[in-house]
């Protein structure tokens, strides 16, 4: 038994979810991604309790730094440590299974420490008082410690953590990915179900990988240069290029904005290869692989260069020119939407579903991240930029990718928990959880949404002025059902039965 | 009418949503109506679906075009520069945001005079937004610090209290961060 699966099986609750316990041949796949999807709910369990608890101090009055608290821990714990890790794998399992290639050494093991590590350090500097997001919001930290309202100690520890995080999520994944793409010798025993670049479903893999590494090197420069400055290991005047808030603000929405787009080209391209395993008897292919490697290839493009959407309300600091440029291009992620929903659409229709709770999840996620799509659209047409940035319609885009891109990946997980687990879940729970967790995510994206529209700000301790509270009540009650849902799966998976009939089927990949 | 969709929060909402509906209409009827278990051939052609991509993509393309290209005369680069052009002379405000207050050369202004607001941020990145009296942002500017000033020209349409809030986190009293202006019926 390898360390990360007995490590599995030794976690309390969660370790019962996700020990391995079907063919032992398959641990080489199995095992790192299963802890890995294991750490990523216990994130998301805090981060859920973290999210209901924001409406709650607002409605019962309690201390702004409270809420300023749960704010920034819920938002550090769903980004990465939840959705980007359930996301590393259940993709990392999946190009494993279809490239017969291990995924085992020192990569992924420092991806799982650096990811899980990072997000404890980062946890730790919030209680210590450290109160900023990912956006990190340069110079904030600095002036935080100036204006006594967190120390320096806490600056150093939440920012190690956010470079180890940064580290797997620019640096092992990618590398990870590329090497079993391109160099890791194939064993034969290991594939389920091969699929070369052509595919749409592993195209994607490779275009995120790509993307991450290169767009998020330069923050990786620039946060390593502020690091060791903060370590006192270079002088703080040698990192002054790096310290200028335009490049600290443009190196990181270079990267934030492109690991947004590059996770959901990820997420498309793995709903692209597990959608045709149900449709009518499951021998069907998607309605068309050109349309849908065009779609990548369009939101791969138009992706890169639309974060200047970020900027806009800085006018005439950033060019207009570069805005409409940042304007046109995040439409021009719309029409690469528009082409995957007309062959996710057209695949269906033309072939029928078989709706199982995987699947179902997966298309509840779908559904939800082009609401949100839509939703990011508008708030990156210039003019309507500078009514809703800063409000709380992107509080609610961002909750939105988020959680769509989970539920994507949660209804992919169930496709393949028989497979890593060798054990098979319930469809009556499965029902029940894309229900409540469908039904709570698009509520709360709703009503995030119209309290943007009303002008209520984000990140904002004080939701009793204008009649805000209303979208409270709201975000609470639908967070509820989001919650519910979410208890379902969670205990679903771990009442999990084994399956006792002969070998695992071969999954379809 | 293209005021209240290009100006105003809800105007945005209402566009959303008008993307929205037909999609979730067609797409979940379209799931839902076609979860069964089909063991035959397909009986939809190619040809059929041929027809109905080139119309989606056509009907995708033109909305984006009309909503973005109508969307140009409301971006504020465009009216600030048509206010600059109009001869009116502007009145310049000088807006210094710091943790947690703003500091402005004037805040008293009259309906429809141009103000020129020139903000900056003198710690940390701020917002300045201003908000209708009845509760609509107007605008928000993202103030980063050493970057420089963020500029627009505004024009007052009806009298009132309006509030000033930072829209961009900046720390603990965030929240308190807030001022006000005041618009009068123009002086004969």
Redesign the interface.
């Known amino acids: 038994m390898s360390f990360a699966s007995s490590m599995v099986a030794s976690v309390p609750v969660f370790g019962r979810m996700f020990k391995l316990e079907g063919e032992p041949e398959l641990e080489p796949i199995n095992a790192w991604p299963a802890a890995m999807i294991m750490a990523s709910f216990m994130w998301f369990s805090v981060a859920v309790l973290l999210g209901i608890s924001l409406p709650l101090t607002q409605m019962l009055g309690f201390d702004t730094s409270l809420f300023y608290t749960a704010v920034t821990a819920h938002g550090a714990a769903m980004a990465f440590p939840y959705v980007f890790q359930l996301m590393m794998g259940v993709g990392l399992h999946r190009a494993a299974g279809c490239l017969g290639k291990p995924i085992t050494g020192i990569i992924p093991a420092l991806a799982f420490w650096c990811m899980n590590i990072g997000g404890i350090l980062f946890t730790i500097a919030i209680l210590m008082g450290l109160k900023i997001s990912y956006a990190v919001m340069y110079p904030l930290p600095i002036v935080g410690v100036q204006t006594g309202q967190w120390s320096m100690t806490a600056v150093v520890i939440g920012f190690t953590g956010i470079a180890g995080i940064l580290l797997t999520v620019i640096l092992l994944y990618p590398v990870q990915v590329i090497k079993m793409l391109f160099f890791d010798r194939a064993q034969d025993d290991l594939i389920l179900s091969p699929r070369t670049l052509n595919d749409p479903g592993m195209l994607g893999m490779a275009m995120a990988a790509f993307v991450l590494l290169i767009m998020g090197a330069p923050l990786l420069i620039v946060a390593s240069a502020v690091l060791l400055a903060l370590y006192g290991i270079l002088p703080m005047a040698w990192v002054a290029w790096a310290t200028d808030p335009m490049v600290f603000q443009f190196v990181f929405y270079i990267f934030a904005h492109n690991l947004m787009e590059a996770m959901a080209i990820m997420i498309i391209s793995a709903l692209y290869a597990t959608l045709p395993l149900y449709l009518a008897d499951g021998t069907r292919k998607l309605y068309s692989d050109r349309m849908a490697n065009l779609a990548l290839w369009i939101l791969l493009v138009t992706s890169v260069t639309s974060f200047f959407h970020h900027f806009f309300t800085m006018f005439p600091a950033l060019p207009s020119a570069l805005s409409y440029h940042g304007n046109i291009m995040s439409w021009g992620t719309g029409i690469g939407a528009a082409v995957t929903i007309f062959t996710i659409a057209m695949t269906i229709f033309k072939h029928g579903l078989r709706p199982s709770a995987g699947i179902m999840a997966a298309l509840m996620g779908f559904t939800l991240y082009i609401l949100d799509g839509v939703s990011a659209i508008v708030t990156s047409n210039v003019a309507w930029s500078f009514q809703l940035h800063g409000t709380m319609w992107q509080a609610g885009h961002t909750m939105a990718v988020l959680v769509a891109m989970s539920l994507m990946w949660m209804g992919v997980l169930i496709h393949h928990y028989p497979v890593i687990t060798g054990r098979t879940l319930s469809a009556d729970s499965g029902k029940w959880f894309v229900t409540l967790f469908t039904v709570g995510a698009v509520g709360v994206n709703y009503s995030f949404l119209a309290a943007g529209a009303a002008g209520m700000p984000r990140r904002f301790a004080a939701w009793d002025q204008e009649g805000w509270m209303i979208y409270g009540y709201f975000i609470l009650i639908f967070g509820l059902f989001m919650a519910v849902g979410m208890l379902i799966f969670l205990l679903d998976i771990s009442r999990a039965r084994i399956i006792d009939t002969g070998p695992v089927a071969a999954p379809a990949e | 009418m293209l005021d209240f969709i290009?100006?105003?929060?809800?105007?945005?909402?209402a566009?959303?949503l008008l993307?929205?509906i037909p999609?979730?209409l067609?797409?979940?009827t379209?799931?839902?109506r076609?979860?069964?278990?089909?063991?035959?051939p397909?009986e939809?052609s190619d040809a059929r679906?041929g027809g109905?991509?080139r119309g989606?993509?056509a009907l995708?393309?033109a909305l984006?075009l009309i909503?973005?290209l109508v969307?140009?005369q409301?971006?504020?680069?465009i009216y600030?520069a048509r206010a600059a052009a109009s001869g009116v002379p502007a009145i310049d405000v000088a807006v210094d945001a710091q943790?947690w207050s703003y500091d402005m050369s004037r805040q008293e202004f009259e309906v429809g005079q141009p103000v020129r607001f020139n903000a900056r941020s003198l710690?940390?990145?701020h917002?300045f937004?201003v908000?209708h009296p009845d509760?609509?942002?107007?605008?928000?500017?993202?103030?980063?610090?050493?970057?420089?000033?963020?500029?627009?020209i505004y024009t007052f349409t009806e009298p009132g209290t309006y509030k000033i809030?930072?829209?961009?986190?900046?720390?603990?009293a965030?929240?308190?961060m807030n001022d006000e202006i005041t618009v009068t019926e123009a002086s004969t």
């Open positions: 290009y100006r105003t929060g809800w105007g945005a909402f566009v959303m993307f929205q999609f979730l067609v797409f979940l379209l799931v839902f076609k979860a069964y278990v089909n063991t035959g397909s939809i679906i109905l991509r989606w993509m995708v393309i984006f909503v973005n969307s140009i409301f971006f504020p680069a600030t943790s710690d940390t990145m917002g937004a908000y509760g609509q942002v107007l605008f928000t500017m993202m103030l980063v610090p050493g970057v420089g000033v963020s500029s627009l809030r930072c829209l961009e986190y900046c720390g603990l965030h929240h308190e």
